[in-house]
């Protein structure tokens, strides 16, 4: 069955580390995308992707980076990591289309802990 | 830019009772896609519903349907015959409907967690 997947799920470093959390889905889909999660503010959008090498800001992207190098893998890189980074880490990914198949799939999450 | 609105942090519902979750957005666009997720302990971000704003009758899933109310831009969840593994945080999120310009991405509102009562 398709799937999206993230790794790792958890993960802890100190601030001022370069971390990279990986996404990859077997959807065959065009886009994907990178939220987080924090209480109080429901999912806020970092970067996404419509494509091969396309890389798009979102609400929250600064400190972070995406690179997109092939269908099935969008990593989200933090440059330098701070403490208000930590976070739960969530990627997603759809169709391109105007009718039901571009709903969005979420993958089960990475728990960030920056110390 | 588009904003999602909901106004209920917590909300509480007796087994096989029906609840209502509320959600407003703000948008200029007249073409447009909103949806209800749910998100249980597991942190898994599940799609509940989804609603064109273009068609006027409600979605509807089994015991989950919604209120879509174009014109006050109000789009509630409405669970019938609630069960505990409906206790779960739930997120509605709005998505342009100019797929021509890329916009696909979503923006949620904050949620709300609804406990089920045995």
């Known amino acids: 069955d398709a799937e999206i997947t993230q790794s790792p799920r958890h993960k802890i470093t100190e601030t001022g580390r370069q971390v990279t959390l990986a996404c990859h889905q077997t959807?065959?889909?065009?886009?994907m995308f990178w939220y987080r999660q924090d209480l109080g503010h429901g999912l806020r959008l970092i970067h996404y992707s419509y494509g091969v090498q396309d890389t798009n800001k979102g609400e929250v992207s600064d400190g972070y980076s995406v690179s997109r190098s092939n269908t099935e893998d969008l990593p989200l890189t933090l440059e330098s990591a701070a403490s208000s980074q930590t976070s739960v880490y969530f990627c997603a990914s759809s169709e391109s289309s105007g009718d039901s198949t571009d709903t969005q799939y979420f993958g089960p999450g990475t728990r960030l802990t920056v110390l | 830019a588009q904003t999602v609105t909901q106004s209920q942090p917590e909300m509480s519902v007796q087994e096989a009772e029906t609840v209502t979750l509320s959600c407003t957005y703000d948008t200029s666009e007249s073409d447009y896609y909103l949806f209800w997720y749910k998100q249980p302990p597991s942190r898994q971000m599940i799609l509940v519903i989804r609603q064109e704003a273009y068609k006027q009758q409600n979605a509807t899933e089994n015991r989950f349907s919604v209120n879509f109310q174009k014109a006050a831009k109000s789009f509630s969840l409405k669970i019938s015959d609630s069960q505990l593994g409906d206790a779960a945080m739930y997120f509605c999120a709005y998505r342009s409907g100019d797929t021509l310009a890329g916009s696909y991405q979503l923006t949620f509102g904050k949620g709300t967690k609804l406990s089920v009562i045995p």
């Open positions: 959807w065959n889909h065009n886009n």
